[in-house]
Antibody, heavy 120, light 108 residues
């Protein structure tokens, strides 16, 4: 069974940092592209970042470029999101999501999400 | 960036009804459109990709159609478990993929 379990969310002050993790199991993690997608409270979905299966290709949404860093450790079946210079508008539930092999930018499995709250 | 306009923003319907949700792209996106269902407090679930291909395990009462700029998600014979929020997603212009604003489907 495919499982994605996020962790690392919490309350952080504006300007602070946080590192999210996503532990994957039930599939060959190293073969799949991975993404972070977020959802502000009561709002819609926003794609945040993408990383290829090898980690060689990375993309970011303009809203987080220069502040967030996506990475992965295929030996540990884990995906990460380092978030720096956090702003109030980064407050959201952050989901890790697996890219489908045949339609890379659609997401066939999602974690349960981890809440990041940026507030003083 | 490609804008996606989803309508309606909310919809009331009864069990057994047939409902249609629409997404319109600001420019042609071929068939690079997906639909997701999200229930409160849960992660989104992929229903349809490539505009009309049903994801494995999704009931056949869900269907998608369209290409270019206009797309529809149809749910025939609504079941109680279908009351949720639905999002479309364009993935024609990656990495700038975008989601629609969502349609909240409520029980009448």
């Amino acid at each position: 069974e495919v499982q994605l379990v996020e962790s690392g969310g919490g309350l952080v002050q504006p300007g602070g940092s946080l590192r999210l993790s996503c532990a994957a199991s039930g599939f060959t993690f190293s073969s799949y592209e991975m993404n972070w997608v977020r959802q502000a409270p009561g709002k819609g979905l926003e794609w945040v970042s993408y990383i290829s299966s090898s980690g060689s290709t990375i993309y970011y949404a303009d809203s987080v470029k220069g502040r967030f860093t996506i990475s992965r450790d295929n030996a540990k079946n884990s995906l990460y999101l380092q978030m720096n210079s956090l702003r109030a508008e980064d407050t959201a539930v952050y989901y890790c999501a697996r890219g489908m092999p045949i339609q890379l930018w659609t997401y066939d499995y999602w974690g349960q999400g981890t809440l990041v709250t940026v507030s003083s | 960036a490609i804008r996606i306009t989803q309508s309606p923003s909310s919809l009331s319907a009864s069990t057994g009804d047939r409902v249609t949700i629409t997404c319109r792209a600001s420019q042609g996106i071929s068939s690079y459109l997906a639909w997701y269902q999200q229930k409160p407090g849960k992660a989104p679930k992929l229903l349809i990709y490539a505009a009309s291909t049903l994801q494995s395990g999704v009931p056949s009462r869900f269907s998608g159609s369209g290409s270019g700029t206009d797309f529809t998600l149809t749910i025939s014979c609504l079941q109680s478990e279908d009351f949720a929020t639905y999002y479309c997603q364009q993935y024609y212009s990656y990495p700038g993929i975008t989601f629609g604003q969502g349609t909240r489907l409520e029980i009448k």
